[in-house]
């Protein structure tokens, strides 16, 4: 953070016709009386609207980051690999020969609630723009949902609309989905979870940070014009949802991925031109964060004059200009001698390119419109004073009794077992979801999803970044430390199965009400359980999003932090798929297999626990199995690798025999495990959930080879089976043995959601009369 | 060298993918921005896909009036080698340089997935290479991508051979072979001439063996160097 | 008795509208001048039974609000023909 | 003068229209009964200056034929509001 200078406010004058403001006006914007005796002192005068508006914004819990930023500190954010760590709209990772990867989640869940369609495409819209601002083009997006059950029709709505949006948006500006993860539980219902994460190239050498400079450089908004959309977006997504958020509905914001794309084009452009000094996109309390966020950067002053924003309504006032959170919007600072050469390169790309102010040297936050000074704040206060808060963390005791819950229910058999997992949307096969997105523009996508982590081809190299977003939220709930750290786990997981080695990740963090003692705790206790992961993979944390307030009238959402993590693979023809794919190779478990029941997916949607203590996940452990797989690729020992997850070994070895989304055959497994797993009942030895397992396939003539391998690295490996030409899975267990139809499986796991879906609504069915 | 222009709307986003694959064909490729009429000495166009002014109204309705496009219409009547490929394929069938339309896919979504097609015709400068009754897996990936016409244009195109393109059923378990409900399974017709060819998939995302397929490389390499060897 | 049943279904003013804007420049490109206020939405048209044109109308009302429309984004209108 | 314009741009009779298929289903399974023949197409509107409303009817029908319908998919419908 910058030292901040104190600089004293000069006057302004409220715009006409503006309400005065008094105690409910101030409250209206969220701001509390502790926050509002800090304006008063900082400007030394009562603010006027537009600039309580403006403090209302930055000081948001969106902006200002007042409730996590104690929290969020501890992570780890440095490494040999780091360009860029938090602070800036993307977080930046070092490639091979002189390429970078920018990076960076962020959450559109209360936009989502009230527009699902709209919601997501504009998240997505805001994630690309984060990391093109960067220099970086855009290869990848991942999208990670969370929707309440889908036996509910509001549910089912919900869900249809976001993966619509969601798809419509990344595919028409040509960016790949090339990963996600759904999962559902009724927690979400009333507060669906939309995470957009991006992924983008750029030449190191090509990084611009977005910190404005240079007394009497211009800015200009490029892009789209401003209207009436989403203004208060920022303070919106820092309350509860209630009756009120749907009173708020005119502000809904439309995304046009058409201009998007124009602007991607022209921002790139115009970085690599050289003519600009900074640029940022208009996100969250759109000209008003990026002008004072860029000013405060610098360290400088800035001026806008709202009446020569371009505005797509008429009578539009300075507040609602400088609120606006209008779609498809960067704001650029150039030299004057530059402001034409930089409207042609707009022109071509069919963007206007409009200069609306200037920086300064007296490090004030002034707007004028027509001539009339309408607000003037201290620019760097602006942006780094706002309080910051250390609420009450307490565990609830409902936690706690949750984690000593077991089944009461008999179990079925463990044939039925399987089924009904695999029947479960949050297990199932996300195809439906999938399918809608384009995986494979760009030509660069080497593994689509389908898999563990998603692949794509840096251009002209002969390596690769693997890509995915995770989280077990029953995990978190339950035990949030642990549930942090398996998150992070899960992710390196799916990375290193591809053979690529984990980098660094991004986290978008979707909590509750901070306010609320058990949701920080929740809160403090994954953010720990994240920081100590990423500690012992030596993966940074680049960036995030911490999504607040994520409350619907049931109460607060499973605690949900999502991790994107970012791996390499040095050698993309070396990279590993997740399904067996040859008869007659050898099919080994790797890791411990100690039969973990605690908050499985077996134990909730197979006997309707949702308790018992998750798994621990020992990070030595884990960090040995992805050493283990990145060099059991790179040697191609590997004929496939998954990693178990949901539903444990049995889940995974079905999913490795179903076969990938358009296999053309399924396939079958024999293995024999009555000398394997000490002793364990069979149904935890099938469906135990341990963390650092995976499920591996080799040709025979390589399991010498991998065997040495697993003991150089110290995982533990056994081979209990081989895949088959039979379309048969069948595990000898101790005493008996279980046997499944790989076709009826893979019909199974690939209708579950389909079938639901079926009848998803078009309208919500709530809004009826 | 052979020199292919790749035209560019705004709202294209598989150009890129275009160029390079022309490139590793060992074509001369380069850009022709939509206000430009000069195709520079083009052998061959390609209109790549994307989603030219955001499909906004229908696919491919606006960027048929872009001025480029009378280049290319006077370029087609040449005779010139004319490929669109999924965007490129709806904006020819606006510009009525091919008969037809693509609609929204029968399933009413957007569909991204590999689908099985087998090659109907090798007399066009871009299919040559391949040979007839070849299965090829290639992405689609669209919204608008069900073929619809008229009853005698259908026959037409039938009796005239100008089915270039399939979709067969030649894996994919549980996958409906269609993908869109195009009529009569139709993945990429020719002109009379059979100069001008549009099609649905692919095939320059499947043209890399960094990332996988190759199988869809022979439609750029088949301009470069038409193979003598099969006719149909 | 059947009605022929008209549906409008527009973005809700103030709402960005890309899909007016650009056929909107669409139309000016084509050098149709003096055309403004572009918007496109959806029509809708079928066929129902009523007993009167009122009750056709009210009916439809009701479709609009649970089904044709969505409250958020769009404003539909009903024409119900004899 | 200005004129408000209606343009209603529908599927060919004859043609398969899955998204009012679609429609049709859902309204059934909201219990609307009764309703056949739904049709789903697009709904433009806007305002144009021209000196008479048979003016602007004949310079929204070349529209219509240049750009806003499809004339092998689909047909079109003009109301010009005074
Ligand atoms: N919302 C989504 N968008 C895109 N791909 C998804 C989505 N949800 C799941 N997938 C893909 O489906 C596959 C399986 O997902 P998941 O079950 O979450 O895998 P894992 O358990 O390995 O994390 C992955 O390839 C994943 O990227
Ligand atoms: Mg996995």
């Known amino acids: 953070m910058t030292a901040t200078t104190p600089v004293s406010s000069s006057s302004a004058s409220p715009f006409p016709g503006e309400r005065p403001v008094t105690p409910a006006v101030v409250k209206e914007h969220n701001l509390n009386d502790h926050e509002y005796q800090m304006i008063l002192k900082l400007l030394s005068r009562t603010p006027t609207l537009t600039e309580l508006g403006i403090f209302s914004a930055l000081w948001s819990e969106h902006c200002s980051y007042k409730h996590s930023k104690p929290i969020l500190r501890a992570f780890p954010t440095t490494g040999p690999h780091v360009v860029q760590g938090p602070g800036e709209n993307a977080g930046v990772l070092r490639l091979p020969d002189g390429w970078a990867v920018a990076f960076k989640i962020e959450s559109h869940n209360h936009p989502s609630a009230v527009e699902p369609y709209q919601g997501a495409a504009t998240g997505v819209g805001g994630i690309l723009r984060d990391v093109f601002t960067m220099g970086a083009r855009p290869v990848a997006v991942l999208n990670s949902l969370r929707l309440g059950p889908l036996d509910d029709p509001r549910n089912r709505y919900l869900f249809a609309g976001i993966v619509r949006g969601v798809g419509d948006y990344g595919n028409c500006v040509g960016v790949p989905t090339l990963g996600g993860e759904v999962s559902f539980a009724p927690g979400y219902s009333g507060n669906p979870l939309v995470n957009a994460m991006c992924v983008g190239l750029l030449r190191e050498k090509d990084l611009i940070r977005a910190a404005a400079h240079g007394v009497g450089n211009v800015l200009l908004a490029v892009g789209a014009r401003t209207g009436r959309d989403g203004i208060h977006g920022a303070s919106f997504a820092s309350e509860e949802l209630s009756e009120k958020s749907e009173a708020r509905r005119p502000q809904v914001q439309v995304g046009d991925p058409f201009t998007e794309k124009l602007l991607l084009e022209a921002s790139l ?334 134990w909730a949607e197979v006997l309707s626990c949702v308790g018992g203590a998750p798994p621990p996940i020992d990070l030595l452990a884990e960090r040995q199995l992805q050493r283990f797989l990145a060099a059991a690729a790179n040697q191609r020992l590997l004929q496939s690798a998954h990693d178990t997850s949901d539903g444990g070994l049995a889940v995974a070895l079905a999913e490795a025999c179903i076969g990938g989304p358009y296999a053309n055959s399924t396939i079958g497994a024999s293995l024999d495990c009555a000398a394997y797993g000490t002793g364990l009942p069979d149904d935890a030895l099938l469906f135990g959930e341990d963390g650092a397992r995976l499920v591996v396939s080799c040709h025979p003539d390589n399991s010498v080879a991998l065997e040495q391998l697993a003991a150089e690295c110290q995982v533990p490996l056994t081979f209990v089976g081989r895949v088959a030409a039979a379309s048969d899975l069948s595990i000898t267990l101790r005493n008996t043995i279980v046997r499944w139809d790989v076709a009826r499986l893979r019909q199974i796991y690939m209708n579950a959601i389909p079938r639901r879906m079926r009848q998803a609504p078009l309208v919500s069915p709530e809004e009826g009369p | 060298m052979q020199r292919v222009a790749i035209v560019r709307f705004p709202g294209s986003n598989c150009d890129h993918d275009s160029l390079k694959a022309a490139h590793d064909a060992g074509l001369d490729s380069y850009y022709v921005w939509h206000r430009e009429t000069d195709l520079k000495q083009a052998d061959a166009v390609v209109i790549p896909g994307g989603f030219s002014y955001g499909d906004y109204l229908r696919s491919g309705a606006i960027a048929r009036f872009s001025p480029v496009m009378s280049s290319v219409q006077q370029f087609a009547l040449k005779g010139g080698p004319v490929l669109g490929i999924c965007n490129g394929f709806q904006i020819l069938c606006e510009a009525s340089l091919l008969p037809g339309a693509l609609m929204r896919n029968a399933g009413l979504a957007f569909l991204s997935r590999p689908v099985d097609v087998r090659i109907e015709r090798t007399d066009t400068p871009f299919t040559s290479r391949y040979h007839v009754g070849q299965v090829i897996r290639l992405p689609v990936a669209s919204g608008d991508g069900r073929f619809t016409a008229a009853k005698e244009t259908l026959a037409e195109l039938e009796s005239e051979h100008r089915v270039v393109l399939r979709y067969v059923n030649a894996g994919a378990i549980d996958a409906e072979p269609n993908p869109n409900g195009s009529s009569r399974e139709i993945a990429g017709i020719c002109n009379p001439a059979r100069n001008v060819v549009g099609i649905m998939p692919h095939p320059e995302r499947a043209a890399d063996l960094r990332t996988g397929s190759t199988a869809g490389a022979d439609f750029l390499r088949s301009l470069a160097a038409p193979a003598a060897a099969s006719a149909a | 008795m059947k009605f022929r049943v008209h549906v409008r279904v527009l973005p809700r003013a103030g709402l960005l509208d890309p899909q007016g804007q650009a056929v909107e420049h669409a139309l000016a490109a084509l050098k149709f001048g ?44 009903i024409a119900v023909e004899g």
């Open chain 1, 269 to 602: 452009e115009l970085i690599t031109s050289g003519f600009i000094v900074a640029i940022q996109d208009m996100g969250a309390a759109g000209l008003t964060s990026s002008s004072a966020e860029m000013a405060a950067r610098g360290g400088v002053g800035v001026e806008l004059d709202t009446s020569l924003v371009p505005v797509r309504e008429s009578g539009m006032t300075p507040y609602e200009i400088l609120l606006s959170e209008s779609q498809e919007r960067m704001l650029v600072v150039a030299e004057p001698a530059r402001v034409a050469a930089i409207q042609a390169i707009c022109e071509y790309w069919e963007l206007s390119a409009t200069p609306v102010g200037r920086v300064t040297d007296d490090g004030l936050f002034r707007v004028i419109h027509d001539g009339l000074t309408v607000a003037s704040i201290p620019g760097q206060q602006l942006v780094d004073d706002c309080p910051i808060y250390y609420p009450k963390a307490a565990e609830s005791p409902d936690t706690v009794a949750r984690r000593r819950l077991a089944p009461t229910v008999t179990p079925p058999s463990n044939e039925i077992a399987l089924e009904r997992l695999l029947d479960a949307p949050s297990v199932a096969s996300k195809r439906w979801v999938f399918e809608q997105y384009d995986s494979t523009v760009q030509a660069e996508t080497a593994i689509a999803p389908g898999g563990d982590a998603g692949v794509f081809g840096v251009p002209e190299t002969s390596f690769g970044i693997a890509v995915t977003v995770d989280c077990n939220s029953r995990y978190v709930a339950l035990d949030p430390y642990e549930g942090g750290k398996a998150t992070v786990a899960e992710a390196a997981r799916n990375i290193a199965c591809t053979g690529a080695v984990p980098l660094g990740i991004t986290d978008c963090l979707n909590f509750g009400n901070p306010e609320k003692p058990e949701v920080f705790f929740q809160f403090r206790e994954a953010c720990r359980g994240i920081a100590d992961a990423c500690r012992a993979f030596e993966t940074p944390v680049t960036g995030g999003n911490v999504s607040f307030y994520n409350e619907s009238p049931t109460g607060a959402i499973d605690p949900t932090p999502t991790i994107g993590m970012i791996g390499l693979l040095r050698d993309l023809t070396k990279r590993v798929t997740s399904h067996f794919s040859r008869p007659g190779d050898r099919i080994a478990i790797i890791g411990t297999t100690r039969g973990h029941l605690g908050g499985s997916s077996y």
């Open chain 3, 34 to 77: 003096g055309i403004s206020n572009v918007h496109i939405g959806k029509a809708i048209e079928f066929e129902v039974n009523a007993d009167s044109a009122d009750r056709a109308q009210a009916e439809v009302k009701r479709m609009c609000e649970q089904l044709l429309a969505n409250p958020v984004t769009e404003d539909f209108s």
